[in-house]
């Protein structure tokens, strides 16, 4: 029998994430949300999600900064979840960064739907 994957969107635009959300539970997978970072490194530990899909400009915690949190973990298993990052703008210096710090995907927002980012999530994941 197959494990249900977790996914843990955090992302602020509550539009957004409640989409990807459905999209995503759609495909078979367990979805936990968050509307800011605060909490993010919180949760990846206690939930340890198969991938953590997040908003690069959110609110407390920005994306890059819980990206940054993840890699220092000691749990090879919290530091090597995939991230999947959404953004609304296209950075090249950002779009470095993400690649730098070991981000699995970075997405625009403008160029991918809900469902997009579902389907890539789903490739990814298999």
């Not at 494990?3 to 509550?14: P, R, V």
């Not at 939930?47 to 890699?71: A, M, R, T």
């Not at 995907?105 to 997009?116: F, G, L, R, V």
Request: overall charge positive; charged content about 40%.
């Amino acid at each position: 029998m197959r494990k249900t994957k977790k996914i843990l969107i955090i992302e602020d635009d509550s539009a957004i994430r409640k989409l990807c959300k459905k999209e995503l539970r759609a495909k078979g997978y367990k979805v936990k949300e968050l509307s800011d970072g605060k909490y993010a490194i919180k949760i990846i530990k206690k939930e340890s999600p198969d991938l953590v899909l997040l908003g690069l400009l959110i609110p407390k915690k920005d994306g890059f900064e819980i990206v940054k949190e993840i890699k220092r973990e000691k749990d090879l298993k919290i530091r090597d979840t995939p991230m999947f990052i959404m953004s609304k703008i296209i950075n090249k210096e950002d779009i470095r960064e993400a690649k730098k710090l070991g981000v699995t995907e970075y997405m625009i927002k403008a160029d991918n739907s809900p469902m997009d980012i579902a389907n890539r999530i789903n490739s990814f994941l298999g």
